[in-house]
């Protein structure tokens, strides 16, 4: 069962252990929402062209 004690044993460790573990875990947060925005800008570029070929498809074409 998760609780507050599971962070406990981080309170007993030596600062500068957690000083040394803290780049780590910000640059793997850094990439990773790099990549989640990278994703997050290619979905919506892929959704917006999705639309258009839809309207063209269901409007424009029709004309022709």
């Known amino acids: 069962m998760a609780g ?3 962070d406990f044993d981080r309170y007993l460790r030596d600062p500068a252990e957690l000083r040394h573990e803290k ?3 910000q640059s793997f947060r850094r990439l990773f929402l790099r990549a989640f925005g990278v994703a997050a800008i290619i979905g919506l570029l892929l959704g917006i062209v999705w639309v258009i070929a839809g309207l063209w498809h ?6 022709f």
Do not use: E
């Open 4 to 6: 507050w004690f599971d």
């Open 23 to 25: 780049p780590t875990s």
């Open 58 to 63: 269901a409007h424009v074409s029709r004309l």
